[in-house]
């Protein structure tokens, strides 16, 4: 299994958490959204997807990728989505929107969305988002290798 923690970052905080995941992800790398193509992923890997709350929706990048990848294109992968959003009283939400996408493209997903919060429009990232993120990852790995062995494919 290899990772690809594909991304949308204006000001670098979405990047950032999309590295920590990647660091704690055994065979990972992160892919902008301009780079990523759905053949970036075959059947068992885990694709996980972060994305910045545009206007209570995930950017229009991250959108059109997931959309270009049809109904089956991502038949077969694992995945995950995370947004990164100001913590308001009300912020909208674009990590369950591309959790939906992934779900439309065919991937099955392993954990529920997740938000990483910034301070301000430019960030930075509160303080331990970081090191969230790089947890989150661990348990994304966990979740992967449960699915895999119900299946008997581990
Ligand atoms: C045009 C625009 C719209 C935004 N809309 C929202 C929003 O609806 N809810 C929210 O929580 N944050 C919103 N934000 C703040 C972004 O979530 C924040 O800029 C982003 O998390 C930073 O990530 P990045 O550094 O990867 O670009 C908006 C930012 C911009 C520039």
């Known amino acids: 299994m290899k990772a690809v923690i594909m991304y949308d970052s204006a000001y670098g905080n979405t990047k950032s958490v ?15 959204v301009s780079q990523f193509r759905s053949s970036d992923v075959s059947v068992g890997d885990l694709l996980v997807v972060g994305s910045p709350i545009n206007g209570w929706r995930p950017t229009e990048a991250v959108t059109k990728a997931l959309d270009a990848a049809g109904a089956d294109g991502l038949a077969g992968v694992l995945a995950a989505a995370f947004d990164t959003r100001v913590k308001l009283f009300i912020h909208g939400d674009a990590a369950k929107k591309v959790s939906h996408g992934l779900q439309k493209a065919g991937a099955t997903i392993v954990a529920q969305p997740m938000p990483f919060y910034v301070k301000g429009t430019e960030g930075p990232l509160l303080e331990g988002e970081i090191k969230r993120a790089f947890s989150w990852s661990h348990e994304l790995a966990a ?4 699915l895999a062995s119900r299946k008997g494919t581990s």
Not at 20 to 28: K, M, R, W, Y
Not at 143 to 146: P, R
């Open 143 to 146: 979740s992967v290798k449960a």
């Open 18 to 32: 999309a590295e920590a995941i990647a660091a704690g992800l055994e065979n990972s790398r992160t892919v902008p």
